[in-house]
Each structure stands twice: as C-alpha cells, then as structure tokens.
C-alpha cells in the first residue's frame, strides 16, 4: 500500500511541478487524505520534497544540450579550456544568470526554512495562494495580449542579469507561500518584464535544477542517510514515476503554450482554492 501511495505522490509531483498549479500545494492538500503507514513524520516531511529530484532529472536529460556548455566542438564560440575540452561562453553566461536567480530564495530558505513551513504550510494559506495567483494569471495574460510590441526576449540565452534577479525575486514568493508555484511566479515574472511565453518557461524549467537540486539536498541533511529498507523503496519509487510523468508533461506544455495562454491554469487555480475553502468551512 505505501508503494502505491509513493506511486501517487510521484504522478501528481510529475504533473503539478511544471503546470503553473503549484506542486508543493498538490501534496501537501493529497496529505490531508493519504499517509503512508510504516515511515516516521520526519521522513514524509523530507519525502515531499526529494521526491522533486525525480522531476529535475526529467529537465536535465530533456534539455541536456541547452544546458550542459563543455563540448568537443572546435567552432566560433567555443573557448578553449585545456581540461574539459572547449566551452560554450553562452551557456556558460546563461548558468551565471540562473545563479543570480536563485540568490533571493537561497537566502531566505536558508535562513527561516523552519519558520516558513511553521507559518504558512497549511491548506488555508495554499488555498489563498492558489486563488490570489491563478487571479493574476488571467490579468497577466489579458495584459500580455493586450500589447502591441512583440517579447523583447526570446530566447534564454538572451535574459539578463536584471531580468534574472528580478524573476528570482518571483521565485522568492513562491518559495515562502506554498500553493502560489514556483514555475508559476518565475513565469508570470518573466511575462511581466518581456519574456515570451516559451522562454519564460524553458528558463524555468533551468531555474529549477539548482533549486530543487538544493531544497532536496538540504532536506536530506537534515533528515540523515538512516533509511530502513522500506523508506528507502518508497523514495527511489516516488522518484522514478516523478521522473517519468515530469518527460511527459515537459513535452506537453511546451507543445501547448506555443498556440495557448496560461488562463486555463489560473481558472483551474481559482476553482481549485475555492474548494480547498470550502472544505475547510464545512
């Protein structure tokens, strides 16, 4: 049973990390009705979040040539290194950008990890969240079609390092108030400030891998390598179905945004945070 329960978990972190629906939200709502039986409450709280490692191996391989600059090409560009072959100064520059992008959240999640999830982890706050941006959402994207000019970005290697501190500063929303999503702050970021739609998010799909990266890191060091044989299947279970459903749901939205906007996301968003309310009142 806590096998399937590691499956479900791994389904919705696959889906709701990329959507604009917030996946830190999805699970902590699919804990109010689900809970495995045979792990303690420390290693469900680390659970939650290095399951996302699954879901951050799904960019890295999809967009391993986007991301990864050491290369054997001998082509303009390429700057010799004498260790790791040639590299691309592109990339390179693109890496410093998502650098500076995650300065904000890395401060503060350092600093008052514990407070935040004392204070605002709770499906009251999640279903305000979720309300309050799938609201912002729709405004943004009448606003984006409302403009005339076209994105003054198009791709991620043109973001600069303003553009990348202020969608890290977007990312720092999201990373305190659970239920508003990371890929949705950073998106809606990126639209404000010039951004297409498909850059936007492709930089938040590269944004990710450090943070997540990070956050799963940090949980466990905390949480210690003391897995029992159990413990340690229900993770590496939960990680490959995020894995595999994270490479399917990428492709998907990616193919959708290129000939829609994100309102369906953020009426889903308003529906969704009005019933997480109404279950709480009744």
Request: with cysteine; aromatic share 14%.
């Amino acid at each position: 049973m806590d096998i399937l329960i590691s499956i479900l978990f791994g389904i919705v972190e696959g889906i709701t990390e990329w959507l604009p629906i917030s996946s830190t939200g999805h699970l902590i709502l699919l804990e109010q009705f689900l809970n495995f039986n045979n792990v303690s409450e420390n290693f469900f709280d680390m659970f939650e979040v290095v399951i996302q490692f699954g879901a951050i191996l799904a960019v890295v391989v999809m967009y391993w040539k986007n991301i990864f600059p050491f290369t054997n090409k001998k082509e303009k560009g390429y700057k010799k290194t004498g260790f790791l072959s040639h590299i691309d100064k592109n990339i390179m520059g693109m890496w410093g950008k998502i650098l500076v992008a995650c300065i904000p959240a890395a401060i503060i999640g350092i600093l008052f990890d514990d407070k935040i999830n004392e204070l605002f982890y709770n499906p009251t706050v999640i279903a305000i969240a979720l309300i309050v941006f799938g609201i912002a959402f729709i405004f943004i994207e009448n606003w984006h079609k409302s403009r005339k000019s076209e994105p003054r970005v198009n791709n991620a290697l043109q973001i600069t390092y303003r553009d990348a501190l202020i969608i890290g500063v977007f990312q720092l929303i999201a990373a305190i108030f659970p239920g508003t999503s990371r890929s949705g702050a950073t998106i809606i970021g990126g639209l404000l400030i010039g951004l297409s739609r498909v850059t936007a998010a492709e930089f938040t799909f590269y944004l990710a891998i450090p943070v997540m990266f990070g956050a799963s890191l940090l949980k466990l060091i905390k949480f210690g390598l003391a897995f029992t044989g159990t413990e340690l299947a229900i993770l590496i279970v939960g990680m490959a179905v995020a894995f595999i459903v994270s490479v399917l749901v990428i492709k998907f939205l990616m193919s959708y945004i290129k000939k829609h906007d994100f309102k369906v996301f953020g009426w889903y968003r308003i529906i969704l945070g009005i019933l997480v309310l109404a279950t709480l009142v009744f």
